[in-house]
Structure formats: structure tokens, C-alpha cells
């Protein structure tokens, strides 16, 4: 399987070290495991034209799925304090509202949503690569020598990710080409960083964003970006003020909360056809947010303040005009339902 892995490719671009991608289970969190996200439309075209290679593991996808029937769990929750707290604002108590987290069915939704993924990996023709039989004793010590991404204080719950890295490790020794492993978790990112072969990017944006690079139309994209700036400021400002501010916390509500644009960290283009673009805006956001707190063992309701800076990724999709950079006309926009704290 190893030795085969790179071969599906067509003329590869300047900017790509390798064709095989490894997407991490935070990837697909952070997307809400939603496939019909930009990016994940435009990466599923890349490997179906050859371009990318997707690897995977029984590991990642399982926990892919722990993570979707967590995530529904979640909202069911959401849903059924929301209502309680209608009823106690005296919104009518019905049996459709009372009963709406039920009516959701959540096995169904998680079902369906892994139909989903499943399509998703077979669009990019997947590749599930076992681990090896030798893995657990080399992992088992790199965990005696405190080894990322055994180098936290969370070292028995990084076991699946260690072996998922090991393999991804060997794969690329063997292949002697790189792959891209695409992850927001700050133990991926170190472990990658010992490993030649391995180049660990934060999100699908950034590694579609190479692949548009060195087109010409992405000189024109920007040249739009930079005559509508002030647009897209204040279009990026409006959609972080609608997001909502929730925590998992037991006993903590968030009653207000501000949501501001801070700065645009960078601009990534997922993809380009004709003069329609699909660009991802990483932003620098600042929190402030004020919480309603029952403290035990009294359950006194006290209020805390909270400010943190935080990175949000928007995405626009719009069309432009080659030779007119004032043309910015925004067709949809993704982000983020909310925002956990």
C-alpha cells in the first residue's frame, strides 16, 4: 500500500511537496462535520482529479464517529436548555417545544451524517492504511521517553494519535515523499515537526490555498481582496457579532457576549472557476463575554467576565471581474454556528 500511495497524480504543482493527505478528526470538528463546507467540496475534487491521495485509519475514523454522536449529543442539549429557559422567560409551554430536542432523532442524524463522511472518503478514493504489528512497541517508547505527543500532561489520552503518527511517520520514510497532515492539534504539530517528511498544516485552506498559488487568476483575487478591503472588514465584523458564545460548563451560562474582528491573519484561496472565488479569511478575533455562575455548595448566582483572543475562519464565496477589482459581489458565506468558551 505504502510503496503505491503517490503514484495517482497528475502534473504536480510547484508549490506541493507531496500528493498524500492525512485530515485529522479536528479537521472534521471544526468543520461540524459538515462535507458540504468549501473546502472539503474542492478537496474531494482535487483527489477524485488525481491531484491528492487521502489516507486514513480504523482509528481516525472511529473517532470521527465518537466525535459526531458527541457533537449531536451536544446539540440535543443546547436545544433542551434553550427551551427551558423560553419557558421560564414565559414563552407557552407546548408539547412540540418541550419535546424539540427529541424531535430530532439524534441516532438518524448521526447516521446520516457518517453516510456523509463515508462519501466523502469514497469521492477521494480513500486510502485506510493498517497499522503495523511493530507499532505498539515503538510507541510504547516513545511514551517512556516523553516524546511528543507524549511531552503533556494528557500522555495516556495521546495513544491514539501517537500510532496514527507513527504509521504516517514510516509511511512517508518509505515513499521518501512527503505528507501533508492536516490538523489544528498543537501535538500533531509537534510531533510533524520531528518528522522530515510529514508537514502539518492547521487547515484544508492553507493546503488548497498552495494549490492555487501559482495561478494568475490568484493575483487578480487578491488585487480584489485589497480594493474592497474595507467591505470585507465590515462584512467580517457583522458575521463574528452574530456568533454566539456557548460553554459545556455545568452551572455556567453565557448571558452576553461581543464577538470582534481584531485582524485578518491571512487570506487563503480554496479555489477559483471562471470569476467566481472561494476565499478563506483566517481572522484574529477578541472575545468579551460575561457569565452567569451558580457556585457551590450554595448555588449562589454570581457574574464572571471572560476575554480571550481567539482564530476564526470565514469563508466567502464571491465573484469578480479580472479586469475591474471594485467588482465584489459576495454570493454565501460559512463559519462557524458558535463559538465555545
Known amino acids: 500500500m505504502s510503496a503505491n500511495i503517490h503514484k495517482r497524480k497528475r502534473r504536480m504543482n510547484k508549490l506541493l511537496k507531496g500528493s498524500a493527505v492525512f485530515i485529522d478528526t479536528t479537521a472534521f470538528s471544526n468543520a461540524n462535520f459538515n462535507m458540504d463546507s468549501p473546502a472539503f467540496v474542492s478537496f474531494a475534487d482535487l483527489c477524485s482529479s488525481g491531484t491528492f491521495q487521502l489516507l486514513s485509519t480504523d482509528i481516525t475514523k472511529a473517532e470521527i464517529e465518537s466525535g459526531i454522536r458527541q457533537q449531536i449529543a451536544k446539540l440535543c442539549e443546547h436545544i433542551k436548555g434553550a427551551t427551558e429557559f423560553a419557558s421560564l422567560l414565559g414563552a407557552p ?28 472518503f469514497s469521492k477521494c478514493n480513500n486510502a485506510v492504511i493498517p497499522i503495523p504489528d511493530d507499532a505498539a512497541a515503538q510507541v510504547i517508547q516513545q511514551f517512556l521517553d516523553k516524546r511528543p505527543p507524549f511531552d503533556t500532561n494528557q500522555k495516556k489520552a495521546e495513544f491514539p494519535d501517537a500510532f496514527v503518527l507513527h504509521l504516517l511517520a514510516s509511511i512517508a520514510r518509505q515513499s521518501k515523499s512527503d505528507i501533508y497532515v492536516i490538523s489544528s492539534d498543537d501535538d500533531f504539530k509537534r510531533t510533524c515537526a520531528l518528522e522530515s517528511n510529514l508537514v502539518c498544516l492547521r487547515s484544508l485552506s492553507q493546503l488548497l490555498n498552495l494549490v492555487q498559488m501559482d495561478r494568475a487568476t490568484t493575483a487578480q483575487i487578491e488585487q480584489t481582496i485589497k480594493e474592497n478591503s474595507k467591505a470585507i472588514k465590515e462584512l467580517l465584523s457583522a458575521i463574528l457579532a452574530s456568533l454566539t458564545l456557548v460553554t459545556d460548563l455545568p452551572g455556567i451560562s453565557v448571558i452576553k457576549n461581543a464577538v470582534k474582528l481584531d485582524d485578518i491573519l491571512e487570506t487563503l484561496v480554496i479555489s477559483c472557476e471562471d470569476q467566481h472565488a472561494v476565499v478563506d479569511f483566517v481572522c484574529q478575533v477578541e472575545i468579551d463575554a460575561i457569565f452567569e455562575v451558580a457556585r457551590a455548595p450554595e448555588f449562589v448566582v454570581g457574574l464572571d467576565s471572560h476575554t480571550e483572543i481567539r482564530v476564526v475562519n470565514i469563508t466567502l464565496e464571491f465573484n469578480f471581474a479580472p479586469k475591474n477589482p471594485a467588482v465584489f459581489e459576495v454570493t454565501s458565506t460559512w463559519t462557524p454556528t458558535n463559538l465555545h468558551v
Open 93 to 120: 409551554k407546548t408539547e412540540s417545544l418541550s419535546n424539540l430536542h427529541l424531535q430530532l432523532e439524534p441516532e438518524k442524524l448521526a447516521v446520516r451524517t457518517s453516510e456523509r463522511i463515508e462519501q466523502f
